[in-house]
Nanobody, 124 residues
Framework: QVQLVDTGGGLVQPGGSLRLSCRGS????????LAWFRQAPGKEREGVSG????????SYADSVKGRFTISKDDAKNTVYLQMNSLKPEDTALYYC?????????????????WGQGTQVTVSS
């Protein structure tokens, strides 16, 4: 059974950092593109960052470029999102997602499996 478990969210002050983790089970992450999406209350789900199955190509939403970094460790079956210089507008529920042999682009409809989400709140 494929499962993704998102962890690492929390409350952080503006300018602070967090690292989200998403551990997969029941599948081999090396064969999947991974991505992070987020959804704030009253807003549409937004693609944040993606990485293709080989790990050689990444993509970022304009709003997070230069601040967030996606990476994956196939040996640990885990994908990470390092978030620096956090802003209040980054507050949202963050989800990881997996797409078999995908390109790591930020179209939610491409993704086959989803984590349960981890809450990130940026506030002073």
């Amino acid at each position: 059974q494929v499962q993704l478990v998102d962890t690492g969210g929390g409350l952080v002050q503006p300018g602070g950092s967090l690292r989200l983790s998403c551990r997969g089970s029941g599948f081999t992450m090396a064969h999947y593109a991974l991505a992070w999406f987020r959804q704030a209350p009253g807003k549409e789900r937004e693609g944040v960052s993606g990485i293709n199955s080989s790990g050689g190509k990444t993509s970022y939403a304009d709003s997070v470029k230069g601040r967030f970094t996606i990476s994956k460790d196939d040996a640990k079956n885990t994908v990470y999102l390092q978030m620096n210089s956090l802003k209040p507008e980054d507050t949202a529920l963050y989800y990881c997602a997996a797409e078999v042999l995908g390109r790591g682009e930020l179209d939610a409809g491409d993704y086959d499996y989803w984590g349960q989400g981890t809450q990130v709140t940026v506030s002073s």
